[in-house]
């Protein structure tokens, strides 16, 4: 069996990395997402495992702060 590949994406919610994961979910990988909205994030995961057999994990964090960046890394 192949091994799945996780893929992170900063700003996953909007822009051209949306385009980015919508991309990646249409290959199969599953998907940590970053952005500071959890209600564009939940969208966008319901919109991407409702079309794609993946898995979608939203991480609503601000990565213009350094202790947000710092969470984000610790808990990934
Ligand atoms: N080289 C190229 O050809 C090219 C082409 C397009 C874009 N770009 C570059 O790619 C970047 C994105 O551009 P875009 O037009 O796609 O941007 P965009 O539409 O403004 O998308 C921004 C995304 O980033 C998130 N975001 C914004 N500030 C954030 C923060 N402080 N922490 C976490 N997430 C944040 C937004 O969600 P929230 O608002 O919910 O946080 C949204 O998901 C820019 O730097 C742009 O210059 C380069």
């Avoid at 940590?32 to 979608?56: M, T």
């Amino acid at each position: 069996m192949m091994k799945r590949e996780t893929v992170l994406i900063t700003g996953a919610s909007g822009g051209i990395s949306y385009a980015f994961a919508e991309r990646f979910a249409q290959n199969g990988c599953d998907i940590i997402a970053v952005a500071r909205s959890e209600k564009k994030l939940y969208q966008l995961k319901n919109e991407l495992e409702g079309k794609y057999e993946i898995q979608f994990v939203p991480y609503a964090k601000d990565l213009s702060k350094q202790e947000e960046v710092q969470s984000l890394y610790n808990e990934l």
